[in-house]
């Protein structure tokens, strides 16, 4: 392998890195500023946001199985998928996560409740 050659694998490493990076601020950000985005990772709900009061795991055993969250809403579910369900209750917000990327979310609370909730 040439000199050149390890230059560009490093410069391609390290772009990768830095979009990397960048995705991942645009999350906290986003949950920061309140903004709930389908694909945000776990991860950043526990940077800016804390562990969750409550967590549980559900697995959806049937075509289109509602998470039932109240009388007033729910999730319908994969088959055979597993979603974990965390629960911030002094924020007023339900997250469900599958594969640790958040992909559904129950809260009656606007973005700027979001946002000044703690």
């Excluded at 075509?63 to 579910?77: Q, W």
């Amino acid at each position: 392998m040439s000199g050149n050659s390890k230059v560009r694998i490093f410069a391609v490493v390290c772009c990768a890195l830095l979009l990397v990076a960048c995705a991942a601020q645009r999350h906290r950000d986003a949950i920061a500023s309140g903004l709930l985005i389908q694909g945000a990772p776990q991860t950043a709900f526990l940077e800016i946001w804390g562990p969750p009061e409550r967590t549980r795991t559900v697995v959806s055993d049937t075509e289109e199985k509602r998470l039932e969250f109240s009388r007033f809403g729910g999730f319908y579910g994969r088959v055979n998928a597993s979603y974990e369900v965390w629960e911030y209750n002094h924020r007023g917000v339900i997250l469900i996560f599958s594969s640790h990327e958040l992909t559904g979310w129950k809260t009656d609370k606007t973005t700027e409740q979001l946002r000044n909730s703690q």
